[in-house]
């Protein structure tokens, strides 16, 4: 059975309340109950926190012996070259996710530090998103 996990950045915890008319009113845990339920032949992990070590940490932790990881570092996107140099030094593949359409926001977030060490990116399709990247893997 394949192993896939989700790893979701700084404040991804508060999906369902936080701004609504970018994240939608689901909160991510009910979201991985249905994808646990779509994808019964992969074994789905999940793994949020609004602290950049505890991503890197967690990347360490599974990057060796996962089959995929999809990776919403939300704001540390941006601004994290540490989480970036963490994709970089592991074995499995990370697909970067992101629920907004990054591109139509704020200038700052039209840069990835993390892209470029990803398998790919998927942006802008709320969370429909990380459905994808797992059919990726």
């Known amino acids: 059975m394949k192993k896939i996990a989700i790893i979701n950045g700084p404040n991804l915890n508060l999906l369902g309340t936080r701004e609504p008319e970018i994240y939608g009113n689901q909160t991510f845990e009910s979201y991985f109950e249905r994808l646990q339920m779509k994808f019964p032949?992969?074994?789905l992990t999940?793994?949020?926190?609004?602290?950049?070590g505890e991503i890197i940490n967690k990347l360490h932790e599974i990057g060796f012996d996962f089959d995929g990881i999809i990776l919403n570092a939300a704001g540390y996107t941006h601004t994290s070259v540490s989480i970036a140099d963490a994709v970089k030094s592991i074995k499995t593949s990370v697909i970067e996710v992101h629920i907004s359409n990054v591109f139509?926001?704020?200038e700052f977030r039209h840069k990835s530090l993390i892209a470029p060490?990803?398998?790919?990116v998927i942006a802008g399709l709320g969370l429909l998103g990380?459905?994808?990247a797992i059919e990726v893997f």
């Open 104 to 106: 139509a926001r704020e």
């Open 130 to 132: 990380y459905d994808l």
């Open 41 to 43: 032949n992969i074994e």
């Open 117 to 120: 060490n990803c398998k790919g």
């Open 46 to 52: 999940y793994f949020q926190s609004n602290i950049e």
